[in-house]
């Protein structure tokens, strides 16, 4: 059966939730911070690891049709989201009595105004305001995953010939689903274009699981990921600042889009995650008793990664309501927002612990995908 739990994974999980809390949080550096890493953000890369997890949790070799346990955890994902959407839309109403305008208050406004048709909506996942879209995209990838695991034992090249052609039908077609809370009309994180990013994490994960190496060091694949790695930063960061303008915009924008997982984002999250599953500085500091933490909110991704959706609100709120806020300020908003998750990650563990010294791990514990 293979390794069943790889901590770099957990480690590198957690990394990409405390920078998704950053991003959201919208400092005044937030979305320069986002873009000063190349083309892809912590977004790619979460979602690669969620792929690597899954099947670790839920791959069985040469098994077959399997749709109980990914289902069930595409359930919780969706309850989740849906207990997300109302806490949200509480702040939002509350936000909307007490203080002036704010983002989160007006991304929430048409839910607000009617929330019978739009809570309807939201159950039937057509209406996702801002960072309300991203949940329901995992809800879609592991409802698919059953299909990958049967697909990667029986045809693992048809698997990605048919992932690929999906994506690039998605991406050139701008093939999506219907989102009623977005000017766009369509999901903000199209599950038809980012599955293969999660079917990608999904075959590496099953290498891990057969006990292989995901990712071999190879001399030249490391050095070539780590010139695209680099060269993306300035590259990407230079046209985001509007510095320079790219010779073709329009083409361009396709090559990094997010909601079709642009090709460019796609390559650059493979390159950094290889070069992060190669370094031996990353693998030494997963066993670090210092980074233990940050390697148990990977571990608790969903309620860790709830939370510090609803606390990159509050953050977004004060940052609505003072514009020219002080660095020492957010930085301790930033440095409290990162706390709050990780004790909650740590709070999360014990429990877990202590349900697998009782032998009673039940729905309530929080699975390792």
Request: aromatic share 12%; hydrophobic share 55%; net charge positive.
């Amino acid at each position: 059966m293979g390794i069943q739990r790889e901590v770099r994974i957990d480690l590198l999980r957690g990394i990409t939730l405390l920078l998704i809390f950053i991003g959201h949080a919208e400092f005044t550096f937030s979305a320069t911070f986002q873009h000063s890493r190349g083309f892809a953000d912590a977004s790619e890369l979460f979602v690669l690891l969620a792929g690597m997890s899954s099947a670790l949790a839920y791959y069985r070799p040469n098994g077959d049709l399997s749709l109980k346990r990914p289902w069930d955890r595409a359930w919780r994902i969706y309850l989740a989201h849906l207990l997300l959407f109302l806490v949200m839309g509480a702040l939002a109403a509350w936000l909307a009595i007490i203080l002036p305008p704010t983002e989160a208050a007006r991304d929430m406004a048409g839910f607000l105004a009617e929330p019978g048709i739009r809570g309807m909506q939201a159950m039937l996942l057509t209406y996702m305001p801002g960072n309300l879209d991203i949940l329901p995209m995992y809800v879609a990838l592991m409802l698919w995953a059953p299909f990958i695991f049967l697909l990667h034992d029986r045809r693992p090249g048809v698997l990605f010939v048919i992932s690929a052609m999906l994506w690039l039908i998605a991406g050139l077609g701008h093939v999506n689903l219907v989102n009623h809370a977005l000017d766009t009309g369509h999901w903000f994180f199209d599950p038809l274009s980012w599955q293969v990013v999660f079917t990608i994490g999904i075959m590496l994960g099953i290498r891990i699981k057969n006990g292989l190496d995901p990712m071999p060091y190879n001399r030249v694949v490391f050095a070539l990921a780590a010139a695209f790695a680099v060269i993306a930063i300035p590259v990407n960061l230079a046209v985001f600042r509007e510095w320079v303008t790219p010779p073709f915009p329009g083409f361009y924008k396709e090559l990094v889009s997010k909601t079709n997982a642009g090709p460019l984002r796609v390559v650059d999250a493979l390159a950094i995650l290889y070069l992060a599953w190669n370094i031996d500085l990353v693998k030494r500091a997963a066993d670090w008793p210092l980074l233990k933490p940050v390697a148990m909110i990977g571990r608790h991704s969903l309620p860790v990664f709830s939370v510090g959706i609803f606390l990159s609100a509050v953050a977004s709120v004060y940052m609505d309501l003072n514009a020219r806020a002080s660095i020492v300020a957010q930085m301790a908003i930033l440095v409290a927002g990162c706390a709050i998750q990780l004790v909650l990650g740590w709070q999360l563990e014990r429990r877990r612990k202590r349900h697998v010294s009782s032998g009673s791990l039940g729905i309530g514990s929080i699975n390792p995908a």
